[in-house]
C-alpha cells in the first residue's frame, strides 16, 4: 500500500444507485452526500480507509460465522436439489 | 469552564453524541486496557461521554486528563465500532477514538495540565532531537545502527528508522537495510533524521510534533527525497495520518510500508528465502498495521515463506483484541499496565504452544520481550527472521 | 475529583472491603456509569449519578458491600454490561454502584458434564472464544452478543436469537450464587444443585432471581450449560412483495417443527424501507420487495440440510423469493452484534441526523402479529407528526420459541436525544405507555427480553400481572426491608408504602 496523499483524497466518481444512495468503488454503497449537509457533516475519508472498512467487515462477516460453526450450508445448492 | 474546553467539546461534540447515543459499547471487550482493568472510566465509550458531559458543564479537562492516559491508540475500539465497521464508509463518518484521545491529551497540555513523565519524555525528546529510549539516543548516534553497512546518505528513497529501532531493536533495521541491498533496492538514509513526531503527538505536545514534522519534511526536500521507506507502522501513522493532516496539499511524498515492500520483493523472486529456521511461532499482529491500516497479509505470506518454521497462525480479526501495550505513551506513563497487557498477550500465545511471538512493530518488542521471558517465549522480529532465512542476519 | 454525598465512614468502609484502587468517587467515574443505550434526555443526565462505584473482585466483597448498605440504608445498583434497554442498571437514588465487570474469570470448565461456572462479569463472545478450544459453545446471543456480560442476561432474564434451539439466558443458566440484600449469600439453581439441569425440589427459586432487575440482589457467579459448537449454520433470507405472505410463511417455518431450527424473523414494510437507507444488501433490491424472513439452522451438517431443504421448500412454496448466498450469510452474521447506528436517523426533509435506537419490544402471540404491528406504526407515526426528533425504523418479529407460538415483537424508534427537551420527552414516554398497553390488549407481554421498568411502560406492570404484583411488592419488602437494592425501579417503593 503505498501512500500518497493526492492519490488517497481522489476518490473515484460517484454514481447514482437510488435516490439516497451513490457508488464509488465497485459493491461500495455510500450516502448521497446531499443529505449530510445540514445536522452532520462527512469527514475527511482517504480511498485507503473506506476499503479497510470495507474489507474489514467482510472479514468481521466471516469471523462471525466461524465463531458460531465450523461451516454454512449454502442455500442456493439446497435450492439447486428441490428444483431439480 | 475554561475557552479551550468549550472549543473541544464544540469540535467534537457530535462525534461524541454518536458514541453516546447508540451506547453500543462493541469497543469494550476487544479494548486492551479494559480486558486487563475492568475499569469502565477508561473505556473508549467514557472518553466520548466525557465530551458530552464537558460540553454541558459537568466535567472540565483538568478532572479527566488522567483517565485519558489509560489508551495505546491501537484502533480496535474504533474499528469494531459499528458506526465504523459496519456503516462508516457509507456515511463517510467513522468513530475516531484515537484522534479524540490524542486531542483531549493535547488540550491538557494546553492548559497545562500535564502527566509528569510524559513532560519529561517529550523534553528530554525536544532536547535530543530523539525519543529517549536508552541513554545513548541522539543525534550524533542515530546512524549508529548502520554501521558498517555502507549506506548512501540521500536520494530519492530514503529509509526512515524509528528511534526505538535507531537506539534499541538495532537489528531490524540492519536486517531491512541487509535484505533491501541483497535485492538490489536503492536506498539511502535520511540527512539528519529527527524523531518523526507522531509520539509527541500522541501523548499532547502537538506544538512540538508538529515541529519535528516541520524539520522533517524540509529536510527532505532539501535532500530531494521522494519516497520514504518506513519499517515502523507507528511511523507509518504518523507519515500517512498526522503529516497530511499538519501539511494538506503540500505533502507530496510517497510513502511506503517495507513489510509490503518485502513482500513484493520475495514474490517477484528478487529475494527467496531458503536457510531453514528451525522455530514454532506464532504471529503478533502489530495494531498500527493490522486494526489501523488492514495490514495483515503480507507478514503472514513473509512468515509462511521462510522454511523450517511451524507458524500458527491466529487470525487477524481475533487479534482485534490483542495488543502489546507498547502504544499511545503507556508504557512511559503507565508501565505497570502496559506490562499487564503485554503478559495478557504472550499467555495467548503460549496456549498455543509456540516458541516464539514474531511481531513486526519494534514498540511491540521490548514488553513483549520482557512479558516473555516468564512465559519462556522468544520475542522476535518479523525482519530479523527473515534476514537470517536469507543468509543475511543481521 | 471527589464530590460524593456518603460520608467518609463509609468510603473508609468500603475501602477497607475492597481497596482503595477499587473505590472511585470521581465524577467521571459516576458519569460514565450512569448511562445504558435507553434513550434520556442527556440535560438530565447529572439526576442518575451513583455517589460512588466499587468494584468488587468476589462474591465476599460483594456480600461485605451489600451488608454495609443494608446496615446504613444506603441505596445499591448492580452494574455489569450496562447494555440493557430497561434501565436496570441505571442509578435514581444515587447510592453504591456495584461494579461486577472485575468478576470475569471462568472457575470451573467440567467437559464430563458439560457445564462451566463463571463469574457474572464475563461477556458470552470472550467466554466462547476460550470454549472454542473445546469444540464447545455457551449459546446464549443478544444482540449485544459482543458487549453485554453473564450478570446483566441473569438481571434482565434475556432472550437469545438462537433461542429457539437452544433457550434463552433462563434455560441456559443452570444455577448462581446469589448475594441477598442482606449481604447474605445463596446459591439457586434447580434445588440446590449446581449442574443440575432439573429439579422439583422446593420452590423454583431460579426464576426468582432472574428479570428482577437488580431489585433482589446480585449474581456473581453462574454455572452454565454448554452445547458442541455446531458443526454447520444456514441462514436464508427470502423476500416478499406484501406483508401477509412474509406473515404467512414465517408462520409455517416455524411451526414445521424442524429439530434444528434456532429462529426465524419477520421484518415488515417500514423496516425494509429503514434497510434501503444504507444498507448494502438492500438498496439495490427492486422496490416490488416489501418485507422479509429470515430464518436459522445450528447443529450437524446432515441435519441441517435435511431441515434446510424442509424450510426452503416450504418457502418456495410459499412464494417466498431466495435472496442468495451472500446477502444471507452475511446478514445474518451481522445479526450477532445489530444495533442499529446514530446515522440510520432521518429528519422529515431526508436528512441525515444522529439518532439513538430505542427499541421497544413485547411478546406476542402469532395470530396477533399484524394487528399489533398496525397499532403501533400509529403511535410512531404520532410520534413523528409531533417531533423531528422521533422517526420509525420499522418493525421485526422473532421467533420465541420452537413451536411458533409467539413472538418477540420489536419497534425501533431513532430518538435525536440531544435534541430530546421536556415536551418530546413527556410524548415520548405516553407512546412507551401506548405501546404496552396494546401488548396487552392483544393479550401479550410488555416485554420478551428487556424486561419492563422504564417511565411509560412500568404503568402496566400491575395490570399485566394482576395478583402476581402484590406477590412481587411481598416477596420484595421479605428480601430487601430496608429498600435499598435498586430503589425505584418497578413501582416497588408500593412495598414500602408509597402510593399504587
Excluded at chain 2, 530523539?130 to 548512501?152: F, I, K, M, N
Excluded at chain 2, 515502523?232 to 504518523?238: C, N, R, W
Excluded at chain 2, 513484493?264 to 486494526?291: A, F, M, Q
Excluded at chain 3, 407528526?385 to 413472538?407: C, K, L, P, Q
Aim: aromatic letters at 8%; one cysteine or more.
Amino acid at each position: 500500500m503505498k501512500y500518497r496523499r493526492s492519490e488517497e483524497m481522489s476518490p473515484p466518481p460517484a454514481v447514482p444507485v437510488t435516490d439516497v444512495a451513490i457508488t464509488r468503488f465497485e459493491h461500495v454503497y455510500e450516502v448521497a452526500p446531499e443529505l449530510m449537509t445540514e445536522h452532520v457533516l462527512q469527514q475527511e475519508f482517504p480511498n485507503w480507509d473506506t476499503l479497510r472498512l470495507v474489507h474489514s467487515r467482510a472479514d468481521h462477516l466471516a469471523w462471525m460465522h466461524r465463531h458460531f460453526a465450523h461451516t454454512v450450508v449454502s442455500g442456493e445448492e439446497l435450492l439447486h436439489e428441490l428444483d431439480g | 469552564m475554561p475557552d479551550a474546553d468549550k472549543r473541544f467539546a464544540e469540535e467534537w461534540r457530535d462525534a461524541a453524541y454518536n458514541c453516546f447515543s447508540s451506547g453500543h459499547k462493541f469497543c469494550r471487550e476487544v479494548c486492551p486496557v479494559m480486558q486487563v482493568t475492568r475499569n469502565e472510566s477508561w473505556s473508549p465509550t467514557a472518553f466520548h461521554a466525557n465530551v458530552v458531559a464537558m460540553e454541558k458543564g459537568e466535567l472540565e479537562i483538568s478532572d479527566v486528563a488522567a483517565d485519558y492516559v489509560n489508551c495505546t491508540g491501537c484502533g480496535a475500539c474504533e474499528l469494531r465500532c459499528p458506526n465504523s465497521l459496519f456503516t462508516g464508509d457509507f456515511y463517510r463518518f467513522r468513530t475516531r477514538t484515537v484522534d479524540l484521545v490524542k486531542a483531549a491529551r493535547a488540550l491538557a497540555v494546553s492548559q497545562d495540565v500535564h502527566q509528569d513523565a510524559w513532560r519529561r519524555w517529550n523534553a528530554e525528546t525536544d532536547e535530543r532531537s530523539h525519543e529517549p529510549v536508552t541513554e545513548a539516543a541522539g543525534q550524533e548516534r542515530v546512524r549508529d545502527w548502520a554501521e558498517g553497512l555502507e549506506l548512501a546518505i540521500g536520494g530519492e528513497t530514503i529509509l526512515f528508522v524509528d528511534c526505538e529501532a535507531a537506539f534499541h531493536r538495532t537489528s531490524v533495521p540492519r536486517a531491512v537495510a541487509r535484505m533491501l541491498n541483497l535485492a538490489g533496492y536503492k536506498f539511502g538514509l535520511m540527512n539528519e533524521q529527527w524523531c518523526c513526531g507522531g509520539p509527541a503527538a500522541e501523548m499532547g505536545y502537538e506544538e512540538q510534533a508538529r515541529r519535528f514534522a516541520r524539520h522533517n519534511l524540509d529536510d527532505w526536500r532539501a535532500s530531494g527525497v521522494r519516497r520514504v521507506l518506513v519499517l515502523d507502522p507507528h511511523d507509518y501513522i504518523t507519515f500517512t495520518e498526522d503529516y497530511p493532516k499538519y501539511f494538506g496539499d503540500d505533502y507530496d511524498i510517497e510513502i511506503v510500508l517495507v513489510v509490503e515492500l518485502l513482500a513484493e520483493l520475495v514474490r517477484e523472486g528478487r529475494l527467496t528465502p531458503h536457510i531453514p529456521v528451525e522455530r514454532s511461532v506464532t504471529y503478533h499482529d502489530p495494531c498500527r498495521l493490522n486494526k489501523r491500516k488492514g495490514v495483515w497479509r503480507e507478514p503472514r505470506e513473509l512468515l509462511r515463506a521462510i522454511p523450517g518454521l511451524t507458524f500458527t497462525d491466529v487470525d487477524r480479526v481475533t487479534q482485534w483484541s490483542y495488543c502489546s501495550g507498547g502504544g499511545g505513551g503507556l508504557p512511559i506513563e503507565k508501565p505497570e499496565l502496559t506490562a499487564r497487557i503485554s503478559a495478557s498477550r504472550i499467555d495467548k500465545a503460549a496456549e498455543l504452544g509456540v516458541d516464539t511471538l514474531v511481531s513486526a512493530c519494534p514498540w511491540s518488542e521490548r514488553p513483549l520481550s520482557e512479558a516473555g521471558r516468564a512465559r519462556s517465549i522468544d520475542v522476535v522480529d518479523l525482519f530479523e527472521l527473515l534476514a537470517t532465512s536469507l543468509g543475511v542476519a543481521p | 475529583m471527589t464530590v460524593t454525598a456518603l460520608s467518609d465512614p463509609v468510603l473508609g468502609e468500603l475501602r477497607q472491603i475492597l481497596g482503595d484502587e477499587h473505590v472511585l468517587t470521581g465524577k467521571a467515574d459516576r458519569l460514565n456509569r450512569a448511562r445504558v443505550p435507553a434513550p434520556f434526555p442527556v440535560h438530565r443526565w447529572a439526576e442518575r449519578l451513583p455517589d460512588l462505584v466499587v468494584m468488587p473482585g468476589s462474591t465476599e466483597e460483594v456480600a461485605e458491600v451489600l451488608k454495609l448498605a443494608n446496615r446504613l440504608r444506603v441505596p445499591v445498583v448492580p452494574r455489569d454490561g450496562g447494555t440493557g434497554l430497561t434501565d436496570g442498571a441505571v442509578p435514581l437514588r444515587g447510592g453504591i454502584l456495584v461494579d461486577v465487570k472485575r468478576l470475569n474469570h471462568i472457575k470451573d470448565l467440567d467437559l464430563d458434564n458439560r457445564t462451566c461456572t463463571v463469574g457474572t462479569g464475563i461477556n458470552a463472545l470472550k467466554l466462547n472464544e476460550r470454549l472454542a478450544v473445546h469444540d464447545l459453545i455457551y449459546p446464549d446471543d443478544p444482540a449485544s452478543y459482543p458487549c453485554s456480560l453473564v450478570g446483566g442476561r441473569i438481571g434482565t432474564s434475556g432472550w437469545s436469537l438462537i433461542g429457539s434451539r437452544y433457550g434463552h439466558t433462563r434455560d441456559l443458566v443452570l444455577s448462581f450464587d446469589h448475594v441477598l440484600p442482606s449481604g447474605q449469600v445463596i446459591h439457586v439453581g434447580d434445588g440446590i444443585g449446581r449442574k443440575i439441569t432439573k429439579s422439583s425440589s422446593g420452590y423454583q427459586l431460579k426464576h426468582l432471581f432472574m428479570g428482577h432487575q437488580g431489585t433482589l440482589g446480585i449474581a456473581t457467579e453462574a454455572t452454565l450449560k454448554l452445547f458442541p459448537k455446531p458443526e454447520a449454520e444456514f441462514s436464508p433470507f427470502w423476500a416478499f412483495s406484501d406483508y401477509a405472505d412474509a406473515y404467512r410463511c414465517v408462520g409455517l417455518l416455524a411451526r414445521a417443527g424442524v429439530a434444528t431450527f434456532a429462529g426465524a424473523v419477520l421484518f415488515d414494510e417500514w423496516k425494509v424501507a429503514y434497510l434501503r437507507r444504507d444498507d448494502e444488501a438492500y438498496i439495490p433490491q427492486p422496490s416490488s420487495v416489501k418485507a422479509l424472513v429470515c430464518a436459522a439452522l445450528y447443529g450437524y451438517a446432515d441435519e441441517v440440510e435435511a431441515g434446510g431443504r424442509r424450510l426452503m421448500r416450504i418457502a418456495r412454496d410459499a412464494g417466498a423469493r431466495y435472496l442468495g448466498d451472500e446477502i444471507s450469510q452475511g446478514d445474518w452474521a451481522a445479526r450477532h452484534d445489530r444495533y442499529a447506528t446514530p446515522l440510520h436517523g432521518r429528519t422529515k426533509s431526508g436528512q441525515v441526523a444522529p439518532m439513538s435506537w430505542h427499541c421497544e419490544d413485547a411478546s406476542i402471540n402469532y395470530t396477533n402479529l399484524p394487528s399489533v404491528r398496525l397499532a403501533w406504526h400509529e403511535i410512531a407515526d404520532r410520534l413523528r407528526r409531533e417531533s423531528d426528533v422521533f422517526d420509525d425504523w420499522g418493525m421485526f418479529a422473532y421467533t420465541n420459541g420452537a413451536t411458533g407460538a409467539d413472538y418477540l415483537t420489536e419497534i425501533d424508534i431513532g430518538i435525536w436525544e440531544q435534541r430530546l427537551d421536556d415536551r418530546t420527552w413527556a410524548a415520548w414516554v405516553r407512546a412507551k405507555r401506548d405501546l404496552a398497553a396494546v401488548a396487552l390488549a392483544h393479550g401479550g407481554s410488555i416485554s420478551a427480553c428487556h424486561g419492563s421498568c422504564r417511565e411509560g411502560e412500568v404503568d402496566l406492570v400491575p395490570q399485566e400481572l394482576g395478583g402476581g404484583f402484590e406477590v412481587m411488592l411481598q416477596i420484595k419488602r421479605a428480601l430487601d426491608p430496608h429498600n435499598i437494592m435498586n430503589p425505584g425501579k418497578y413501582l416497588l417503593d408500593q412495598a414500602y408504602g408509597a402510593p399504587s
